[in-house]
């Protein structure tokens, strides 16, 4: 290669490759404000994020991965573990996470903070940014599905179980919380679509329901978390 054709090279690829970054920069800003579901930024929201800020849960946790690697990623916990699930951690860490080695303070945060910190929560969780993490993607098994599935003996919709933080609040032969029922025979009581039913919308099933609706699971995952429970007989 002659010394002018490697300058040409050099020239067109480093200014193709400019244009190209700062089109896409552009375009990803032109997009941020629909993406974000700006129109949802409530004062709540806002407020949310600064007690957030305040009471430094980002030393620890990510968001949208920025943050401390040290205590699980925040962005979709919403859809992860429900809004009970989510206030019960942050008021009594020393209760939900007792039997864990990783250890959240307790922070005695006020009524107020917590509320404002969920509706943060729930817009972060309703940002449209390409099913990140991939951890709590809608489409695909995860990565601690696949483990579960891999292993004799479990099937897709036992991992989905596990993985969708229905143990969080379930127990399965004695493993498991203890704020819902125990689901060891839910099948005698519950066929598979009376069981679909409930998970998407506990509410309309029974008006006190204290199940938050599973509105993270997609249609994949409720069929086959509803078809493993409706076999436990
Ligand atoms: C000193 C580090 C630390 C701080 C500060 C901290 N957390 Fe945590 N948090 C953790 C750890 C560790 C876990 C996971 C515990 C486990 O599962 O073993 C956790 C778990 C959680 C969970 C459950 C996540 C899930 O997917 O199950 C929520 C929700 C949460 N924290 C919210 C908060 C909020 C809100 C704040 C700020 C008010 C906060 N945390 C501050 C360490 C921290
Ligand atoms: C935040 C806690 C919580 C989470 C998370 C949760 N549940 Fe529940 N679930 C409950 C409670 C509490 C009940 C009892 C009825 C009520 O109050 O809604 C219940 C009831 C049920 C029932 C009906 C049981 C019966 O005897 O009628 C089924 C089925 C069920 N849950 C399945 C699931 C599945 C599947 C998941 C995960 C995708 C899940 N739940 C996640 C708390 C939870």
Known sequence: MTKKAAFWIFLLG???????FLGLTWDMHRQ????SHADRLSDTVVAGKKAFEKHNCNDCHTILGFGGYYAPDLTRVMQRIGEVGVRYRIRHPELAFAASMRKMPRQDISDADTENILSFFNWVGGIDNGDWPPQDSRKRLTRGEKR????AGVTP???????KGCMNCHSLHGTGGTFGPVLDTIGRKLTLEQIEHYVKDPKSVNPNA????????????LEEVASFLAGLK
């Open 210 to 221: 204290m199940m938050p609706p599973q509105t993270a699971l997609s249609d994949r995952e």
């Open 14 to 20: 480093t200014l193709s490759s400019a244009a190209l």
């Open 157 to 163: 919709g036992a991992a989905v179980f596990q993985e």
């Open 148 to 151: 579960m599935v891999a292993m």
């Open 32 to 35: 941020v404000d629909a993406l």
